[in-house]
């Protein structure tokens, strides 16, 4: 979102972290630990607001400081009532969870999204107005599951548009297999752990072991398993650019993380509990770092937009910055 802004900065941009709208979720949130592992959270909102001050960027947490003209979106899983009749655009910030027989409850009930516990709903509930997703793959991913095909542009995504920069970095290490975890049991996900860090041992056969831990994950209980189950000079990493150390490994290994990504648009091999025929259909375009730019021309489009919502982009042409430069395909 931050990206996005430095290209309209001649507009006033104000910034919020995902918060909730309803009586309901606020409950959750004050009187419960449910919500303590997701992004409503406030040890998430004040880490967001963290980075946001190191850009001087505005913070108006709940989005009540002013009257908006357009409201971006990385979720479309809640949208404040507020927002409703205001100008949307949704923005895809990775890859979402593997649908499950919880979502497709969720949907036969018409439950609100959130109650599908995951991320499977995000980018399919058709309610925002402009839906800006990383791929072609992707455009038609949301279609199939009930987003308007006509909201649907492929602009490509800011953090996952250029990966061919991280191959520059100064992490010391190479040629290892890699572990990217993912923090399921802490969204109240079932996993074998064990089981999982033994199929990872068995990948590498005798290779150097490095496990990157997922930021939302309980690190101490982590670190125990992999010391008792992975063999021993085995790797643990909590911190440290993910993504550098993708760039530097010979093999990746993922459960349900989006820098599988990553390892697809710099050519290695790559392993995770997604179909990987799937995965290189959905891969983002990798188009130079212009996502941004694309997605900010969208914006600058639709707030001068006089008409009605409906009727933008039936006169709108969108042209991308930059034409994808690497497009991945399944071999």
């Known amino acids: 979102m931050y990206q996005i802004s430095r290209h309209l900065e001649d507009f006033d941009c104000w910034f919020s972290q995902l918060f909730p709208d309803i009586q309901f979720l606020k409950g959750l949130l004050k009187y419960t630990s449910i919500a303590n592992r997701t992004v ?15 850009f001087g960027a505005q913070i108006d947490y709940g989005g009540d400081r002013h009257h908006y003209d357009l409201v971006v979106n990385c979720t479309d899983m809640i949208v404040a009532e507020k ?31 959130y109650c599908s516990g995951d991320t499977s709903l995000n980018g399919s509930t058709n309610v925002c107005d402009i839906y800006c997703t990383a791929s072609v793959g992707y455009k038609n991913y949301f279609a199939r599951s009930g987003t308007d ?4 542009i492929v602009t490509g995504i800011p953090n996952y548009d250029n990966q061919r920069q991280f191959l520059t970095n100064d992490f010391p290490l190479r040629n290892y297999v890699m572990v990217a975890t993912t923090d399921m049991r802490e969204t109240y996900r079932f996993e074998n752990r064990p089981a999982f860090i033994k199929h990872a041992a ?19 209980r982590a670190e125990a398993e992999i ?28 459960q349900y993380s989006t820098v599988v990504y990553t390892g697809i648009a710099l050519g290695k091999k790559v392993h995770s509990y997604f179909d990987l025929q799937e995965l290189h259909r959905l891969a983002p375009i990798q188009n130079g770092g212009t996502s941004a730019k694309n997605i900010a021309q969208i914006c600058r489009g639709y707030i001068n937009f006089s008409g009605k ?22 071999a």
Not at 85 to 101: F, N
Not at 202 to 220: C, M, S, T, V, W
Not at 237 to 253: K, Q, Y
Request: proline share 6%; with cysteine; glycine share 6%.
């Open 40 to 54: 409503l959270a406030n040890h998430f909102r004040e880490k967001s607001e963290n980075y946001l001050h190191q």
């Open 83 to 113: 927002f409703r009749q205001t100008k949307t655009i949704w923005v895809q910030e990775g890859m979402v969870d593997k649908p499950t027989l919880l979502t497709g409850l969720v949907k036969a009930f018409g439950l609100p999204p």
């Open 149 to 152: 095909p006509d909201k649907l």
């Open 202 to 220: 068995k990948i590498a056969d005798g290779r150097q072991l490095l496990f990157k831990l997922h930021p939302n994950e309980k690190i101490e």
């Open 227 to 254: 010391k008792k189950y992975a063999p021993e000079g085995t790797l643990v990493f909590s911190n440290g650019n993910t993504n550098h150390m993708i760039a530097n490994c010979c093999e990746l290994i993922t």
């Open 309 to 330: 919502k409906e009727d933008f982009l039936k006169g709108f042409t969108f042209k991308a910055d930059s034409e994808p430069y690497l497009e991945v395909q399944y």
